[in-house]
DNA sequence: AACGCGGCCTGGCTGC
DNA sequence: TGCAGCCAGGCCGCGT
């Protein structure tokens, strides 16, 4: 059980916090005891007894309990607790957000349905897929569609399920349907079971590396022969994301 | 509704 | 070897 006493920004990055000035924040959360920390999509939130913190890691955010003197550069915050322990919010990018909110309301707008949920079923995705008219990659990217899959796992599941990047989602195959849905579930499983894809400095608890990144299939693999096909992996641009697929087998 | 662009940051890699 | 330019796992605000 911690009660949060203060939380201190030690940078003067003031995007990072998206909600309320730092001050404002801080105020905010005085005084509070943090009841629970639950994840819902890509946030991290800390239910206080009024209202939530909470956090977006972005790529390169952590939140860590122990810093190096050369790592005081990189910290953003600092969540100071009464028993004079402290939570650091350390974020080589400053892309990582952290705010306040008085009811879940911003997060339920934001985020959309949870893949690895009881709502995300293969009817429920066949549905949402056929009210739009967007290219898969971008809608699969869309966290207000489904939440949780980034540029890299949204290319693992296009290549898998043989989907080229850019169809439209009401006209996808009908065979092509179920085998997206699969192939999002397994992505997201193997991921996590893997802690994550380390490609430059992504870590996970301590300064630990994801291993998924042996796993990649077309991600990072431009000019590489298709593991299915051996045809070019080629790297293009679709919505503005660097986006790898195989334009033989993905099609 | 859907899409494209520029911006936010720093560090690591690439190519000259 | 040194260094400029490019690129990156995400997301937002704006314009069309």
Not at 14 to 41: A, D
Not at 111 to 140: A, D
Request: with cysteine; proline share 3%.
């Amino acid at each position: 059980e911690k009660t949060i006493s203060n939380l201190l920004h030690h940078n003067d990055y003031l995007n990072v916090f998206s909600s309320h000035s730092p001050n404002g924040i801080s105020r905010l959360v005085q005084g509070q005891t943090i009841q629970k920390i639950w994840r819902r999509g890509k946030f991290i939130v800390f239910t206080l007894e009024l209202g939530y913190l909470y956090f977006h890691l972005r790529m390169t955010g952590q939140l860590v309990i122990s810093i190096k003197d050369q790592d005081y550069k990189y910290i953003t915050a600092e969540l100071v607790f009464s028993d004079k322990t402290s939570l650091y919010f350390k974020d080589y990018r400053k892309f990582g957000r952290i705010g306040y909110a008085q009811t879940l309301n911003f997060i339920n707008q934001m985020v959309g349905v949870e893949p690895l949920g009881r709502r995300f079923t293969f009817p429920y995705l066949q549905k949402e897929l056929k009210k739009r008219k967007r290219q898969i990659k971008p809608l699969l990217l869309d966290q207000s569609f489904i939440c949780g899959l980034g540029n890299i796992y949204v290319d693992e599941c296009l290549w898998l399920s043989c989907i080229h990047p850019q169809t439209l989602s009401n006209k996808l195959q009908i065979k092509n349907v179920p085998e997206l849905y699969r192939s999002i579930l397994t992505v997201l499983q193997e991921a996590i079971r893997l802690n994550g894809t380390t490609i430059i400095n992504f870590k996970y608890g301590d300064n630990n590396r994801g291993n998924f990144k042996q796993f990649l299939n077309v991600y990072a693999r431009a000019g590489l022969p298709c593991f299915r096909c051996s045809n070019k992996i080629e790297k293009v641009f679709i919505g503005q994301r660097g986006t790898y697929f195989c334009r033989v087998c993905q099609n």
